[in-house]
């Protein structure tokens, strides 16, 4: 007799709560992170192709809204309220999940594959021009100038802050960071310029005082905007010509899972 193969349940839903699936599959042990330029900007985690009909949804069906671009041959469906990257679909349907939005999922215990569609597909063309930012009031004379933008570019960056390279970014396991993959650094308000802010969608976690800023027409992660304090986190992932830089820079863990209030999912 054949050798039975034991499949266990997972759930996954968007960090709102708008959208959620389950699906049956044995244990999951391997995944994929592609270093493309959509990928790298929502920080995928995939699973492994999967049939249409074997994800079923259990909240949301036909909430999420699906972003295309190049030769239309993806899409990338995130939810429109929270921004939540959810999965990629291909032309023979097939879906690759997120990983990231699992839940009660340890994503240590993955052996993640590398994939290298950077060098395979044309290169992504950024945007040539960028807001200005005023002069600096900071007195460091080792700043420099990036740039960012979300995937489709209707919303654009200018950013002064230190080398990335002698930077710590801040990678945080809370609920909402985790799901996006999010790396985060912190310049003053002042050091960040900002065009296109009418494509920007603000999400409200914790606290409406810390506004999780995304693009809602491709779902790209971009800021926070933070009323009480003179910062404005930016997340690296929206750098231009991160991609092949992304590895090679130093991270910092903040466990923000451990702080409250606890992250609990609303029926």
């Known amino acids: 007799m054949a050798d039975q193969i034991l499949t266990k349940k997972y759930s996954g839903n968007c960090h709102c709560g708008l959208f959620r699936f389950t699906f049956e599959h044995a244990e999951l042990q391997e995944a994929s992170e592609c270093n493309c330029s959509i990928c790298t900007r929502n920080g995928y985690i995939f699973s492994a192709p999967l049939a249409p009909e074997s994800v079923e949804v259990t909240r949301g069906e036909g909430q999420l809204k699906e972003y295309?671009?190049?030769?239309?041959?993806?899409?990338?469906?995130?939810?429109?309220h929270c921004g939540t990257s959810i999965w990629c679909q291909g032309e023979d349907k097939k879906l690759q999940l997120n990983l990231r939005t699992l839940q009660d999922f340890d994503m240590e215990s993955l052996k993640i594959n590398q994939d290298d569609w950077l060098s395979v597909k044309p290169p992504y063309e950024a945007p040539t021009s960028f807001p200005e930012l005023p002069a600096s009031t900071q007195t460091s004379n080792e700043l420099v100038v990036y740039h960012g933008t979300c995937h489709c570019q209707r919303t654009r960056l200018s950013i002064r802050c230190k080398p990335l390279e002698t930077l710590k970014l801040m990678s945080c396991n809370c609920s909402l960071c985790s799901r996006n993959g999010d790396l985060w650094i912190y310049p003053p308000k002042g050091d960040v310029a900002i065009?296109?802010?009418?494509?920007?969608v603000g999400y409200a976690f914790l606290s409406d005082r810390c506004l999780h800023t995304f693009c809602g027409n491709c779902g790209n992660s971009l800021f926070g905007r933070v009323l009480d304090e003179d910062i404005c986190p930016v997340n690296v992932r929206c750098f231009v010509d991160i991609e092949s830089k992304l590895a090679g820079l130093e991270r910092q863990f903040y466990n923000g899972k451990a702080k409250a209030p606890t992250y609990v999912l609303k029926d």
């Open 195 to 200: 065009a296109g802010e009418e494509s920007l």
């Open 68 to 80: 295309r671009f190049g030769k239309k041959e993806y899409g990338h469906s995130f939810c429109p």
